[in-house]
């Protein structure tokens, strides 16, 4: 459920930035100095640079661990997007782009571009959250490609070798931490109230901040949401890929293939791999991955790579319109489409430490098992868990299958120690009574509309809205149709003339008959 560079979920995550690159404009101005010192400083070399905004950067050193001072601290750093119009601003929305672990501040630009309009009257709060991008890392030694090209047992074992290095400081990485460290800095900038913003993981950070600090909350945006007290066996995600290649289908003018037969063309891939895997080799600018392709893997193609930038270009080619096409030839016998597919999607893997994302999701997230029963007893309790799991519960997957191509759900957190570290984020937790919106787009199995809808129900003043063709986290799509509602949403408290997200155009399918 992110919005990443590295492909994350509290599910997948996209660059904002890479993603809108051919369309920004050129930045001109030149950042500026904190404004929370007396004396005016120069910009720190990492500030970045908006065209036509004044940008002021800072860092705020924050314990490691509240309560732990032996633990150290660590140093986060944020930047504001200063409006445009004269006076002072009408409000400040802080924006998380997900992950967790995804950075805010080198998104300056994506996010200026988006909201646009309601700049010219707010600034716009950007943070790195701690271990992220600007702000002090806490590494973990495990990098992003090792985690996400390796087998469950290799990631299990990831999992482990992470917090077996953090040790006490595994209990520094937590939704709650960074909330908190939002709302000190909120203080230091001398803001009274926040707007908050969430895509993907954001919209699971941005309740929890307004738990613990409902009093500095002005109103939420959720965008390709999920529920605090989100399904640990990713069933809803499940249910969303049939319902997607149905609707893609559907819906491709001329009418490019049959989502029920492409619905069996993936069960039946999924029940193929699961004897026998692909082995594919994966190229990377950081070295060549034997990724062996199993039903697992499917289901993480299908519901996280294939919600990524749908509708962003969607009369160009992307994972979700080649998907039944790839799923047919496969069933026919040919391999080659479905292989290319996996090829191209894996050369997202880097470098990056997943710290941040392990120990945020193994540390918070709601988990089928008792994090005080001993390892033997959590498997016990998982493997109950999934033999209760009623047929069709997780389409055209099998239980296991798809719940280990989860990367934050099923059993990958199960080997997360006991000992240092905090008990779950509460899933049913105070908030406050302010107007919420809630944006899907319902071509996303990552966060779908069903999630959704249940992360809306949270609130006693929600409303929620789905984007026709798009995918997940919709504000990628270019007409901003959907940063456009948000926006006037964070301006008046309502989202005024939906009816372009009912607009927005089918994407292309290619014919699964050429």
């Not at 909201?115 to 010219?120: A, I």
């Not at 029920?260 to 060549?288: E, F, M, Y």
């Not at 006037?488 to 939906?498: A, C, E, K, M, V």
Request: include cysteine.
């Amino acid at each position: 459920m992110t919005y990443k560079s590295t492909a994350r979920r509290a599910g997948l995550a996209v660059s904002m930035a890479a993603a809108l690159a051919p369309v920004l404009p050129t930045a001109t101005a030149t950042a500026s100095a904190p404004v929370s010192g007396p004396t005016a400083t120069v910009a720190p070399a990492w500030c970045p640079t908006v065209g036509g905004h004044r940008v002021d950067c800072g860092r705020l050193d924050r314990p490691l661990v509240a309560g732990k001072p032996d633990l150290g601290a660590v140093e986060v750093s944020y930047a504001v997007v200063r409006h445009t119009a004269p006076g002072p601003a009408k409000g400040t929305v802080a924006v998380n782009p997900g992950g967790p672990g995804e950075t805010s501040i080198d998104k300056a630009e994506a996010f200026a571009w988006g909201l646009e309009s309601l700049l010219k009257d707010h600034d716009l709060l950007l943070v790195d959250p701690r271990g992220t991008g600007e702000s002090q890392p806490v590494p973990c030694g495990v990098t992003d490609a090792a985690y996400r090209f390796g087998t469950r047992a290799q990631q299990r074992a990831a999992v482990e070798r992470c917090a077996e290095n953090l040790g006490p400081k595994a209990a520094g990485y937590t939704s709650a931490a960074t909330a908190d460290d939002i709302d000190a800095i909120r203080s230091r900038l001398g803001v009274r109230k926040l707007s908050l913003y969430g895509l993907s993981y954001g919209t699971y950070l941005m309740p929890v901040y307004a738990s613990r600090h409902p009093e500095r909350v002005r109103s939420i945006v959720l965008s390709g949401a999920y529920p605090l007290r989100l399904d640990p066996l990713a069933r809803p995600s499940a249910q969303a890929v049939s319902l997607n290649l149905r609707r893609v289908c559907e819906r491709s003018i001329p009418v490019a293939c049959d989502g029920k037969q492409a619905v069996k063309d993936l069960a039946t891939t999924a029940a193929r791999l699961r004897d026998r895997p692909l082995t594919v080799p994966i190229t990377t600018d950081h070295g060549v991955y034997k990724k062996q392709f199993t039903e697992d893997k499917l289901a993480n193609l299908m519901f996280e790579a294939a919600s990524s930038q749908v509708g962003f270009e969607p009369d160009k080619p992307s994972p979700l319109g080649r998907l039944p096409h790839a799923l047919n030839r496969f069933v026919e016998g040919d391999a080659a489409p479905l292989r290319k597919l996996v090829q191209e999607e894996g050369r997202t893997g880097s470098t990056v430490d997943q710290a941040p994302y392990i120990a945020v999701t193994c540390n918070d997230y709601r988990k089928a098992w008792s994090k005080d029963a001993s390892p033997a007893v959590r498997w016990r309790q998982y493997n109950a868990a999934l033999a209760a799991v009623r047929p069709g519960e997780h389409g055209a997957f099998s239980a296991k299958g798809f719940t280990e191509g989860t990367t934050d759900a099923g059993d990958v957190c199960i080997g997360w120690p006991r000992e240092n570290t905090p008990d779950p984020q509460p899933t049913r937790p105070e908030l406050p009574d302010v107007p919420v919106l809630v944006l899907s787009g319902d071509l996303d199995a990552n966060t779908p509309d069903a999630s959704g809808k249940k992360a809306a129900e949270q609130f006693r003043d929600s409303r929620f809205l789905s984007a026709r063709n798009m995918g997940h986290v919709p504000e990628l799509e270019l007409s901003r149709c959907v940063t456009g509602v948000s926006s006037h949403f964070l301006r008046t408290g309502s989202p005024g003339d939906t009816s372009c997200l009912r607009a927005l155009p089918p994407i292309t399918v290619s014919p699964v008959r050429d």
